[in-house]
């Protein structure tokens, strides 16, 4: 099934229990979705790459909003954002932990034969293919790098 379908039965679930606030996330995932397939250009049809990478977006876009209503002590926005993004993480496969991700790092190290920081752009082009969706690249850049430079 594809995401598109998948979301908009979820809204009419949403909908039919009175759940605003997951109602309010799975709008905000469809209307993503519409701008991606109405932008210029486009086909009309989203490859399961693209949809990942729009989910991963507006999830990160919830959690930095979050961060930034916390250090404004506006607890109660920052709530709602991390709902938002657990409800849209819902819908990304699963993450990989740091020790899975830290053992794939380290072959694709051993592959590219990198030694030192230097060779990061190197070892984070593969690591973001072979990882994408899977791992967060925040976590695959301190992980890179402290495995270069150790």
Known sequence: MSLELKINGDIKTAMLARDAEKLEALRAIKAALLLEKAREGATGEIGDEV?????????????????????????????KELYDASVIETYLPRQMSEAEV?????????????????????????????????ADNKMISVIVKSLLTT
Do not use: F, H, P
Not at 57 to 70: F, G
Not at 117 to 132: C, F, H, N, Q, S
């Open 102 to 134: 830290t053992e794939i790092i380290k072959k694709i190290v051993a592959e590219t034969g990198a030694t030192s920081v230097k060779d990061m752009g190197k070892v984070m082009g593969a690591a973001a293919k072979e990882l994408a969706g899977k």
């Open 51 to 79: 949809e990942l990478k729009i989910l991963q977006k507006l999830v990160k876009q919830r959690r930095e909003s979050a961060d930034i209503y916390s250090q404004a002590n506006r607890q109660d926005l920052a709530k």
